[in-house]
C-alpha cells in the first residue's frame, strides 16, 4: 500500500528512480509484455541488431514503423510530472529508465539526472561513422522517397538510437546507472516487471547494499519478493500521490 512506500522512503534523501514501460502507458504508448503489450502482436526475436544490418528490407519496414509510432508525438503524463517534482526536492540521485519515449527529458527532468539506458526513439547515428543526423531532416528524406536513408556524410546505415536484440547497452549509460546504483540509498520501481536483465540489475544493485526498494506496477513483477512495499496501480494514480506525500513538509 501507498502508506508503506512513504515509511520506507521518508528519511531518504539520495532515492534512484527506476521507469519502465509502464510509466507511459498513460500517455498513450503500449507496453511490451502487458496483456495489449506490443510483443503480443511482433516477435521480439525479430528485433535483432544483427537482422537490423543485414535485411534491408527489415530497415525499410523498421523506417515505416518508427516514423508512423505513437511515441513520436506523445506527451507526459502525471508520473513524469511527479518524478521531475521529486527530482527537484532534491531527495533523487538519479533517474534510470528503460524507455526510449524521451518523457522524463519533456517533463523537465534534468538530461544530466537522466540515463537512458535503451536509447531513444528520437535520435539517430550512423553505425558507421556515428554521425548524429538531426530526427526531422532524416523523416523528410524518408517522406520523399528515401525508404532506407543512408548517412549523408559516409553513405552508412543510419539507425534510431534504440538499443535492438544483440546490441550492447551504452557504456557511458551503464557507468552513470551503476554509479547512481552506488550512491543511492533507495530505489522506486516504476513500471516495470523488472525482468529484462542487464537493465533490472540496476534497482537490485540498491537492495543489495541494503537499501529499501518501492515497487509502483500495475501486476506481479518478477521480484516482489525484494520489495520492501508493494503499491498495484496505475503509475498516473499512483505516482502524483506518492510523491506529494514525500515532499508536502
Known amino acids: 500500500m501507498i502508506d508503506d512506500a512513504v515509511s520506507a522512503l521518508a528519511d531518504r534523501t539520495r532515492i534512484l528512480v527506476f521507469t519502465g514501460a509502464g510509466i507511459s502507458t498513460e500517455s498513450g504508448i503500449p507496453d511490451f509484455r502487458g496483456p495489449h503489450g506490443i510483443w503480443k502482436r511482433v516477435d521480439p526475436a525479430d528485433y535483432t541488431y544483427d537482422r537490423y544490418v543485414n535485411d534491408p528490407e527489415f530497415r525499410v519496414n523498421t523506417w515505416g514503423s518508427r516514423f508512423a509510432s505513437p511515441l513520436i508525438d506523445a506527451t507526459p503524463n502525471g508520473a513524469h510530472h511527479a518524478v521531475t517534482r521529486l527530482w527537484e526536492s532534491g531527495r533523487v540521485v538519479g533517474c534510470v529508465t528503460q524507455n526510449i519515449d524521451g518523457l522524463h527529458t519533456a517533463a523537465g ?17 550512423c553505425i558507421g561513422c556515428g554521425d548524429e543526423p538531426d530526427f526531422d531532416k532524416v523523416e523528410r528524406r524518408w517522406k520523399s522517397g528515401a525508404v532506407d536513408p543512408e548517412c549523408l556524410r559516409c553513405g552508412g546505415i543510419l539507425k534510431t538510437k534504440v538499443v535492438y536484440f544483440g546490441e550492447e547497452l551504452p557504456p557511458q549509460a551503464t557507468y552513470r ?11 522506486i520501481v516504476i513500471g516495470s516487471t523488472l525482468s529484462v536483465y542487464p537493465a533490472a540489475f540496476v534497482p537490485l544493485a540498491v537492495v543489495e547494499n541494503g537499501n529499501p526498494m518501492v515497487i509502483v506496477n500495475q501486476g506481479r513483477t518478477d521480484h516482489d519478493f525484494r520489495a520492501t512495499a508493494l503499491v498495484d496501480g496505475t503509475a498516473g494514480n499512483v505516482v502524483p500521490e506518492l510523491v506529494h506525500r514525500l515532499t508536502r513538509d
Open 109 to 125: 527532468l534534468d538530461p544530466a539526472s537522466l540515463v537512458e539506458l535503451h536509447g531513444n526513439a528520437h535520435r539517430i547515428h
Open 177 to 187: 546507472a551503476w554509479d547512481m546504483a552506488e550512491r543511492a540509498d533507495a530505489a
